[in-house]
């Protein structure tokens, strides 16, 4: 196997354990500080901000121009603004809700009913982050063909957001089950949908794609990064953690994320490819 895909699939399972840590946080804890991965997830999004708009909008406006960048990068946007659609929305702060509300209740019966409903809500949302978990597998793979800097950017920002998912997934389905092997189980499967996309699209793009491709596709990757931060991935920050809190939070990210960026342009010239 190409030492590119290799590299691409270890930078891949890295956003897959962390779906995984995210588990661990609620079998660990049946009630998980949520202020706290609300400042994680807005700290991801200014990762992913900066991502999206600082290095693979920017290079591929430098390197095919600004029309044929722009055009890259609103294809990405709306590829993944049509498949959000069919995409059921994760909240961790809904379903924890949900269990506080149960605990008060009473009623055997009443109480079984809402536990197989959470329950299928816990798949649902499982289903619908392993959906999201394709294009961001597909985003590392790429960036991994353009360099080692841009697929170490994109799995770190993608592993954080990544750690809230896994708490979204592995909430419902361990207060529906009260199993802790189930919920650190189906929360890691719909995690290692990433490395899965990365194996797709591997055999759809070869590794000798010409430049000029790679730079749109990697800003249309920029797109469907941006989309997927300012659709999902703020909004749950507010919920968590506030307004005000999740803004600092995204601005801390981005500025850790552009000295990431010149210090990683420094120590790794951009003709440095694996």
Do not use: C
Request: glycine residues 10%; without cysteine; negative net charge.
């Amino acid at each position: 196997m190409d030492s590119q895909i290799l590299v691409a699939l270890a930078l891949s399972f890295v956003g897959g354990l962390s779906t995984s840590a995210g588990a661990l946080l609620v079998i660990l804890n049946p009630t998980p500080n949520l202020k706290m991965l609300g400042l994680l997830q807005g700290f991801a999004a200014g990762l992913m901000l900066s991502i999206s708009f600082f290095d693979l909008a920017h290079n591929a406006l430098n390197s095919i121009g600004f029309l044929r960048g722009n055009l890259w990068f609103f294809a990405g946007v709306l590829f993944f603004a049509f498949i959000v659609n069919f995409i059921p929305e994760p909240t961790a702060t809904a379903e924890a809700n949900n269990i506080q509300k149960d605990d008060d209740g009473s009623g055997k019966d009443m109480m079984k009913k809402h536990r197989r409903d959470v329950l299928f809500s816990g798949i649902i949302t499982a289903v619908g982050i392993s959906l999201h978990n394709f294009p961001e597998g597909m985003a590392v793979f790429l960036g991994s063909l353009k360099g080692l800097r841009v697929g170490l950017n994109l799995a770190l920002a993608i592993a954080l957001h990544n750690i809230p998912e896994g708490v979204a997934v592995a909430l419902p389905v361990y207060f529906a089950t009260q199993s802790k092997w189930k919920a650190f189980k189906v929360a890691s499967l719909s995690g290692f949908a990433e490395p899965l996309g990365v194996v797709i699209v591997a055999y759809l793009f070869p590794s000798s794609l010409d430049p000029e491709i790679l730079d749109g596709l990697l800003g249309s990757v920029g797109g469907v990064m941006a989309f997927l931060t300012l659709h999902e991935m703020l909004p749950l920050a507010f919920d968590y953690a506030g307004q005000k809190q999740a803004v600092k939070a995204v601005f801390f990210g981005m500025a850790f994320m552009s000295a990431s960026l010149y210090f990683l342009e420094i120590s790794l010239p951009k003709e440095v490819s694996l």
